[in-house]
């Protein structure tokens, strides 16, 4: 069973960073992509960033320009740099990992338990 671990998440002033961090437990490289998700109370879960295998990147409008995802393979690891927080930013953060579809879970959906992050006015 594949698990992903978030952690990073915590509370911080309007302006400020967070580092998430999402850590698999198997390569990455056989996730054909991965991705930060948000849920704010009350909403829906949206999709905020995803990076595919090849390293591709894609946001939503409202974190272009202020957040960033990467990852480390060596260290099966994906991150999701945030700068410039505002207070709408407040979500609990899910990373979530599609399996390739060259492995034997092929068209599986994983995600992480979530981490809270919340932006202070």
């Known amino acids: 069973q594949v698990q992903l671990v978030e952690s990073g998440g915590g509370l911080v002033q309007a302006g400020g960073s967070l580092r998430l961090s999402c850590a698999a437990s198997?390569?990455?490289?056989?996730?054909?992509?991965m991705g930060w998700y948000r849920q704010a109370p009350g909403k829906q879960r949206e999709l905020v960033a995803t990076?595919?295998?090849?390293?591709?990147?894609n946001y939503v409008d409202s974190v272009k320009g202020r957040f960033t995802i990467s990852r480390d393979n060596a260290k099966n690891t994906v991150y999701l740099q945030m700068n410039s927080l505002k207070p709408e930013d407040t979500a609990v953060y899910y990373c979530?990992?599609?399996?390739?579809?060259?492995?034997?879970?092929?068209?599986?959906?994983?995600w992480g338990q979530g981490t809270q992050v919340t932006v202070s006015s």
């Open positions: 198997r390569s990455i490289f056989s996730f054909s992509a």
């Open positions: 979530n990992a599609d399996s390739h579809r060259f492995m034997s879970d092929s068209g599986t959906t994983y």
């Open positions: 990076i595919t295998s090849g390293g591709k990147t």
